[in-house]
């Protein structure tokens, strides 16, 4: 199972940037999706899900600003990060909570984090 993150950065306050989380050893489709973030010195939280039918939940912190989305076909999830300030500059991570095919059991899987660093 691979998780590859990619798109973080450095940006300025007030600017966007594009997370992407390409997913493979998984069946995506039936799979809940997230992105998580750890800033230095706190825990790791949860900045926005979305579930394997699309249903969408967003931290409070960043409602408004953020969304996410996923690609079925290209096994994807993204998230577009706008107005971005100094209190989202953290490694973002890519996280998958996978039934098997059975619906059996399911696995909790984690990409290798990806930093976003806002600072003018």
């Known amino acids: 199972v691979q998780l590859q993150a990619s798109g973080g950065g450095l940006v300025q306050p007030g600017e966007s940037l594009r997370l992407s989380c390409a997913a493979s050893?998984?069946?995506?489709?039936?799979?809940?999706m997230a992105w998580y973030r750890q800033a230095p010195g706190k825990q790791r939280e949860l900045v926005a899900s979305?579930?394997?039918?699309?249903?969408?939940k967003y931290a409070d912190s960043v409602k408004g600003r953020f969304a996410i989305s996923r690609d079925n076909a290209k096994n994807t999830v993204n998230l577009q990060m706008n107005s971005l300030n100094a209190e989202d500059t953290a490694v973002y991570y890519c996280?998958?909570?996978?039934?098997?095919?059975?619906?059996?059991?399911?696995?909790?899987?984690w990409g290798q984090g990806t930093q976003v660093t806002v600072s003018s």
């Open positions: 050893g998984i069946i995506f489709s039936i799979s809940d």
């Open positions: 996280y998958a909570h996978s039934p098997d095919k059975w619906y059996s059991t399911a696995y909790d899987y």
């Open positions: 979305i579930s394997s039918g699309s249903g969408t």
